[in-house]
């Protein structure tokens, strides 16, 4: 049973939000842009949110990117929100801090924005995996 008085004993997922979208060349950063009608970053925020194991989701965006993601979110999120950095590691790395300077968890996910479609048995086998190991990173087949 998770404490949930107990952050350290959480499990948090950390979705990475803080591109610019410099290469694809879009009006919005490709996480804020729609796909099946609602922003990319949402359909991350959603999948993550539902999954009975999550306890916090915590947002890394870009500075100044405050607006475009409520606008992606709406109102009633229970997202944290942190300020990323000049890479996609310094930003990850500022979420991890944020999250120990909050108390830390015992798992942390770290999620991309720009990939909106984690289904909950993606999640259900990195936890399972988890239990008896530091780290795993899903593999998943591509399609072109």
């Known amino acids: 049973m998770i404490d949930t008085d107990n952050p350290g004993q959480q499990t948090h997922a950390l979705i990475v939000a803080a591109g610019v979208g410099a290469r694809a060349g879009l009006t919005l950063p490709k996480q804020f842009e ?3 009608g609602k922003a990319m970053v949402r359909h991350s925020v959603e999948s993550l949110s539902s999954h009975p194991a999550i306890d916090q989701i915590w947002i890394v965006i870009a500075e100044g990117q ?3 993601l409520h606008r992606a979110l709406g109102s ?5 929100i942190v300020i990323g950095g000049a890479t996609r ?3 990850v790395y500022n979420g991890l801090v944020a999250i120990r300077q909050a108390g830390g968890a015992r798992n942390i996910l770290v999620h991309d924005a720009a990939r909106p479609f984690v ?3 993606v999640i259900d086998r990195l936890l399972d ?3 008896n190991t530091a780290g795993a990173i899903p593999v998943l087949p591509s399609v072109d």
């Open 66 to 68: 405050e607006e475009l």
């Open 76 to 80: 009633g999120s229970t997202h944290k």
């Open 34 to 36: 729609m796909v099946g």
């Open 89 to 91: 590691q310094q930003s």
């Open 119 to 121: 289904s909950h048995q």
């Open 129 to 131: 995996k988890l239990k």
